[in-house]
């Protein structure tokens, strides 16, 4: 349900109110920076990207091309905008972090368009099949066939003449002599690119094209700009220096899902609980063989199937994630033998086969699909309104992977959401998923608070802050113990914010201030302080970029790029000196604490021309 917000001219606020005092530290004396004002002494960041726009710019906004117009969603404007600016500013490498369904491929024709009009030569590469024809479709579609070429064996093209190039990095990692130069480089699924210098196909390609006359600016696009062994990719590990420099842009799931251009995944109970205990970890993930084995059990894959079923009967398409090979086969031939039109998909497959097999599924001549590790990315099919996640993993980028093959939307079909069947419980795993952003990765683990936990009373899965459940109320008591999981339903949130219980009213912010809260042993946290309409004192919030509360600092990074769009800060003293990057706050959403009633919490914040974020 929309909020309906307070509005107040611009130009009609009170002068801001001074700092708060504060008690005596060793930091030294800083100035509060005025909500939504830039920071003084620092240059304005002309291309920093906000998140929203107004609903007016939906339908005005488009590209011109050769062929019709793409009419761009808001943040897709701004993204190409702030990626441009990027590049017009000679930046070498730059990431754009846009989840499934955003519409990737219209940026990356984008960016084509913008290069060919330069005189320059573009080089798009993807590691699937179905990327690089949904890709190279979209380029031409910008700037006309002629100017597009197709490079993969399994496509069975080898063009390199043209001004745009959409490669197979399998089928062009030694060809860099022959694509020859290229004034741009895009990756698709720009996280599967080695950590390592001089490692892995992608690497070897762009070592290759930077010793034709220097290296070309490099754009990457992935919906988890991470990797499981070695963490965020804009940041080094083990001496090797990060192959991005930074997030140019970046859009969460959580708008995308509210502004209606994805729909929402919604988790509901499971009677079947797949453990992994006991199955080693290589590499930061479970060892594929023992999980397979200790999964691949007929009493269990047919209480699985017998669940999908009994859950899946209103819902048109279903995709079933399975642990190996012989998993996958199992579970597609228990649902068979239960009169549902399946399939088996994976790697061993031949490409035909498997091509012929994904084109009966778009077309609903199948019901489901079971796939081992073939259609995690590069699979584009809206109608997938059930997915049943039948393979437990550690990897936070594969977890999102999976589930975004059905946030799509679809309307030929009519899907509103799509069921998400947590088998594997890798929801309680990796939390909300709005607040993974991969900074634990590639770092030792230590025993910080898990990102989710089930209420005890009736098992639904909900963020670690949470003190009351939004299902039963159950009131949680924060002791430092375990969180034990059981085989009992459950119904996963799969949104930091659906766990929150929508009360609250709305207060005008006639003006406030950002500051530094010092904290007896522990990191300083970053503070904002809304003066509000009919109260004398600020209602405050606070944000922890730093500090051993692993949920906390996953909050407060995911608020900032919600807010600013940007990439978030590491510390608190980085947070004050980049104030200029956040909106003016026009109204906040409180409501009572649920530990101290007599204390209201910031639950939602409104900002000019734009909706409101949590």
């Known amino acids: 349900m929309k909020a309906h917000l307070p509005t107040r001219a611009s130009n009609d606020l009170p002068p801001p109110f001074q700092r708060l005092p504060t008690s005596a530290s060793n930091h030294p004396p800083y100035t509060p920076q005025v909500l939504g004002q830039p920071t003084p002494g620092l240059e304005p960041r002309q291309a920093v990207p906000t998140l929203r726009e107004p609903e007016a710019a939906r339908k005005s906004n488009s590209v011109p091309g050769k062929q019709p117009a793409f009419n761009l969603r808001p943040y897709q404007s701004i993204g190409i905008e702030a990626v441009s600016a990027y590049l017009d500013a000679g930046g070498c490498a730059g990431l754009a972090v846009w989840p499934t369904g955003a519409g990737k491929s219209v940026l990356l024709a984008t960016l084509a368009q913008r290069t060919l009009a330069a005189g320059g030569r573009t080089l798009i590469l993807a590691h699937?099949?179905?990327?690089?024809?949904?890709?190279?479709?979209?380029?031409?579609?910008?700037?006309?066939?002629?100017?597009?070429?197709?490079?993969?064996?399994?496509?069975?093209?080898?063009?390199?003449?043209?001004?745009?190039t959409v490669a197979s990095i399998q089928s062009v990692f030694r060809q860099a002599q022959r694509l020859g130069r290229q004034d741009?480089?895009?990756?698709?699924?720009?996280?599967?690119?080695?950590?390592?210098?001089?490692?892995?196909?992608?690497?070897?390609?762009?070592?290759?094209?930077?010793?034709?006359?220097?290296?070309?600016?490099?754009?990457?696009?992935?919906?988890?700009?991470?990797?499981?062994?070695?963490?965020?990719?804009?940041?080094?590990?083990?001496?090797?220096?990060?192959?991005?420099?930074?997030?140019?842009?970046?859009?969460?799931?959580?708008?995308?899902?509210?502004?209606?251009?994805?729909?929402?995944?919604?988790?509901?109970?499971?009677?079947i609980c797949l453990e992994a205990e006991g199955v080693s970890v290589r590499q930061g993930e479970y060892g594929a063989g023992e999980l397979q084995a200790a999964i691949d059990v007929d009493a269990i894959n047919r209480a699985i199937v017998a669940e999908i079923i009994e859950r899946g009967r209103d819902r048109r398409a279903w995709l079933v994630f399975a642990t190996g090979v012989q998993h996958a086969r199992n579970l597609a031939e228990r649902l068979r033998e239960a009169g549902v039109t399946v399939a088996a998909i994976d790697g061993t497959m031949p490409p035909s086969e498997r091509?012929?097999?994904?084109?009966a599924f778009k077309l609903g001549e199948l019901r489901a699909l079971v796939s081992m590790n073939v259609l995690t990315t590069g699979f584009d099919a809206p109608a997938v309104d059930l997915?049943?996640?039948?393979?437990?993993?550690?990897?936070?980028?594969?977890h999102v992977q999976m589930i975004g093959r059905g946030t799509r939307l679809s309307p030929a079909t009519g899907k509103i959401d799509c069921l998400v069947l947590d088998f594997a419980r890798n929801c309680l795993r990796h939390g909300p998923l709005d607040l993974i952003d991969g900074s634990d990765l590639g770092k030792s683990r230590g025993g910080g608070e898990a990102p989710a936990k089930a209420c005890p009373a009736c098992s639904t899965i909900v963020a670690t802050a949470?003190?009351?459940?939004?299902?039963?109320?159950?009131?949680?008591?924060?002791?430092?113990?375990?969180?034990?999981?059981?085989?009992?339903?459950?119904?996963?949130?799969?949104?930091?914010?659906?766990?929150?219980?929508?009360?609250?009213?709305?207060?005008?912010?006639?003006?406030?201030?950002?500051?530094?809260?010092?904290?007896?042993?522990?990191?300083?946290?970053?503070?904002?302080?809304?003066?509000?309409?009919?109260?004398?004192?600020?209602?405050?919030?606070?944000?922890?970029?730093e500090g051993p509360n692993e949920t906390a600092c996953r909050i407060a990074r995911a608020?900032?790029?919600?807010?600013?769009?940007?990439?978030?800060p590491e510390t608190t003293a980085d947070?004050?000196?980049?104030?200029?990057?956040?909106?003016?706050?026009?109204?906040?959403?409180?409501?009572?604490?649920?530990?101290?009633?007599?204390?209201?919490?910031?639950?939602?914040?409104?900002?000019?021309?734009?909706?409101?974020?949590?």
């Open 128 to 164: 699937v099949g179905e990327l690089i024809g949904q890709n190279a479709a979209a380029v031409a579609r910008m700037v006309g066939a002629p100017q597009v070429g197709i490079y993969s064996s399994g496509l069975g093209q080898r063009q390199a003449d043209r001004p745009v």
């Open 559 to 568: 608020k900032w790029r919600n807010r600013a769009g940007t990439q978030p």
């Open 355 to 359: 091509e012929a097999t994904i084109a």
């Open 184 to 271: 741009l480089v895009v990756i698709d699924e720009a996280h599967l690119i080695s950590p390592e210098a001089g490692c892995g196909m992608y690497r070897q390609l762009l070592d290759g094209l930077a010793a034709l006359g220097g290296p070309a600016p490099l754009i990457g696009l992935t919906a988890t700009p991470w990797r499981l062994t070695s963490g965020r990719l804009d940041r080094p590990w083990r001496g090797n220096p990060p192959l991005f420099e930074n997030i140019v842009h970046e859009i969460g799931i959580r708008d995308l899902i509210s502004d209606d251009y994805v729909c929402r995944p919604i988790a509901k109970a499971t009677s």
């Open 466 to 545: 949470t003190r009351v459940c939004p299902d039963c109320g159950f009131t949680f008591q924060f002791e430092p113990k375990e969180t034990k999981l059981t085989t009992s339903p459950h119904a996963a949130r799969l949104l930091s914010t659906d766990a929150e219980i929508p009360t609250g009213d709305w207060r005008e912010v006639l003006g406030g201030t950002y500051k530094r809260h010092e904290r007896d042993g522990r990191p300083a946290i970053f503070q904002i302080n809304y003066l509000v309409s009919n109260r004398t004192i600020p209602i405050s919030e606070w944000l922890a970029f």
């Open 575 to 614: 947070a004050i000196g980049r104030t200029g990057e956040l909106p003016k706050p026009t109204a906040i959403r409180v409501a009572p604490s649920a530990k101290n009633p007599n204390y209201l919490e910031v639950k939602t914040v409104s900002f000019e021309q734009r909706k409101a974020v949590a």
């Open 387 to 398: 997915i049943a996640l039948c393979r437990p993993t550690l990897s936070p980028g594969l």
